[in-house]
């Protein structure tokens, strides 16, 4: 109980506020930031947009946009209950890479309004994070607003969990002495984040890969309604593997849950592979409590800031957006999420890799140090930025 109001007070009024850069004391200072003195400046960004970027907060500033349907693992709760996760992820682009981040949370769970709303309101910013919008609307969302935007929109659940659980498993599969081309890995809940995930596992160089959500096994011989489904399912499962989690998850070595709470059992842990790798990523309860798996596991991960190895988004949006907005990219492409994935791993010597120690952590001030260069070298070579980061010139 002492947490629980400890958690409700440290909300009270929300978790943001504004504050300025400079102090307005005098009626001089007055003139200057507001008008008239402020006319002139509107003038410059007229008469030449890409001004914007020198002269408003837009060169660091992201918007945070959700519709509440998909809220961490709580489902569609609404905006108005989803605004503590959206101020949580302000205040952590904030903490962790000095981006100023707006959340916004949006009463309309239609596409094209969503669409149209944000495009609406891109003028105002470096940067579009969307965030907890759920699966399959999420994709069209977030491919138009990528298509039709001059700013980089970029839907956490979906990549920046994926960068994530890739820099992780990179560094299990060594404690582990494997090899990805090698194992058998089950993702299970297809939303979102595990269809992200899959993707860019299978681009690493996974070959054996099985989705399972809700009825089972992924299989392409099934015709599915969900066309992402039927797209997913031509990419994965080689074997046509069928049946429930506890079928598949035989003999597999690496267990990726991006679902639903208690969902993996103890009997399912102790059917994988040698040294098996479990990342329950679901939150705030994952797929298993790890209390109950760890013991059973070589290498044991959640999404949670209460266990070791935190396999969670917060490693990789604040570092891949600072990197961006400093080349003022136009995109975050699959080059740039690339890099930011093997920065993010890189962080651990090799010498220091250990199961408890397969992922930085996020106060480790490398973290977004060097997913900043990175993305951003990955930005210039790929032709996303509009500025070189390194020499601070124009592209
Ligand atoms: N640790 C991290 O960094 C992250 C964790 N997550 C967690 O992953 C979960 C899913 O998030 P999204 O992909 O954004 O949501 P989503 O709503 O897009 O997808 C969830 C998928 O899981 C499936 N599912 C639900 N219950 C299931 C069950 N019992 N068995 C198999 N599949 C099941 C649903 O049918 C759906 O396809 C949430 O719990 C969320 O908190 C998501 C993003 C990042
Ligand atoms: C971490 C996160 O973004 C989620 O659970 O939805
Ligand atoms: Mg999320």
């Known amino acids: 109980m002492e947490l629980l109001d400890e958690i409700m007070l440290l909300h009270k009024g929300g978790k943001l506020e504004t504050t300025l850069k400079n102090p307005i004391r005098t009626k001089e200072d007055l003139s200057k930031v507001y008008t008239p003195g402020v006319a002139e400046v509107c003038q410059a960004i007229a008469q030449d947009q890409a001004q914007a ?8 500033t992201v918007a945070v946009v959700s519709d509440g349907t998909a809220v961490l693992g709580l489902g569609d709760i609404g905006p108005r209950a989803a605004m503590p996760v959206m101020e949580g992820k302000a205040a952590l682009f904030k903490q962790f890479a000095n981006v100023d981040a707006v959340p916004i949370c949006l009463d309309t769970k239609g596409t094209e309004e969503i669409i149209a709303i944000v495009k609406a309101l891109a003028p105002t910013f470096g940067g579009i994070n969307l965030e907890d919008i759920s699966s399959p609307r999420c994709f069209e969302i977030e491919k138009r607003l990528r298509n039709e935007l001059d700013i980089p929109v970029f839907h956490d659940d979906q990549h920046g969990t994926a960068i994530v659980v890739l820099a992780g498993l990179l560094n299990a599969l060594k404690v582990c002495g494997k090899e990805i081309k090698d194992v058998k890995i089950v993702v299970n809940g297809i939303g979102a984040a ?12 996974a070959v054996n890969l099985i989705g399972v959500d809700r009825e089972g096994a992924l299989n392409r011989q099934v015709p599915y309604s969900r066309t992402h489904w039927s797209e997913y399912a031509r990419m994965t499962n080689p074997n046509l593997e069928t049946g429930q989690l506890s079928d598949v998850i035989k003999g597999a070595d ?126 210039f070579t790929s032709g996303a930025a509009r500025k070189n980061l390194l020499i601070g010139a124009n592209s």
Do not use: W
């Open 194 to 205: 595990g269809i992200s995930v899959s993707k860019m596992l299978l681009h690493a160089g």
């Open 254 to 379: 690496v267990f990726i849950g991006v679902s639903a709470p208690d969902v993996l059992k103890l009997e399912d842990v102790l059917n994988m592979a040698k040294d098996p790798i479990v990342f329950a990523m679901a939150n705030p309860t994952p797929e298993i409590d790890p209390a109950i798996a760890a013991p059973h596991v070589r290498v044991m991960a959640t999404g949670r800031s209460d266990y070791p190895n935190q396999i969670n988004n917060v490693l990789c949006f604040p570092g891949i957006f600072r990197g961006a907005l400093d080349c003022e990219a136009t995109d975050i492409n699959d080059e740039m999420k690339l890099a930011a994935a093997k920065a993010i791993s890189s962080v651990i010597d090799p010498a220091d890799l250990h199961e408890t120690y397969i992922i930085p952590d996020a106060f480790d001030p490398r973290v977004v140090e060097r997913i900043r260069i990175a993305v951003a070298e990955a930005a």
């Open 53 to 60: 970027y020198e002269l408003t907060t837009k060169k660091n």
